[in-house]
């Protein structure tokens, strides 16, 4: 499955176990609660979405990989054709830019499991 919106409220993304979810806007509370699988893109433009997350089971960082870079591109491109979206027009026309404000949420227990590693740095697993 996969999503593009220009945001959503609280509990996006819980219990998540696959697919895809682009949120090119602000993300309500406990986001990711309980997500064991899939890949979510958070616009965070106000450097916010730390207050929103939940810890508990996912990771998030900013875009780091050529892979990831891409498949963000193609998808928010697809979604404007197809939307006409002003949201989407102006991320892609400054893409360079705006993807510094882009969030990488994946499963913490996905980490390890990835075709397309989020990172060109190695996670370290916690003990415990």
């Known amino acids: 499955s996969f999503a593009v919106v220009e945001g959503c409220g609280a509990h996006g993304c819980e219990y998540m176990t ?7 806007g602000a993300v309500g509370d ?32 900013n875009v780091e990989t050529e892979y990831w870079k891409k498949f963000l591109k193609k998808n928010i491109f697809e979604f404007q054709t197809l939307t ?30 990835l075709d397309n590693p989020i990172s060109l740095k190695p996670h370290v697993k916690k003990a415990g």
């Open 30 to 61: 406990n986001f990711g609660a309980g997500m064991t699988g899939g890949m979510a893109f958070i616009y965070d433009e106000k450097n916010e979405f730390e207050n929103f997350a939940n810890p508990g089971s996912i990771v998030w960082q």
């Open 84 to 113: 006409e979206s002003k949201k989407a027009k102006k991320i892609l026309d400054n893409f360079d830019i705006e993807l510094k404000n882009f969030k990488q949420v994946c499963p913490v227990e996905m980490l390890d499991k």
């Open 18 to 24: 696959g697919g895809t979810a682009i949120i090119l």
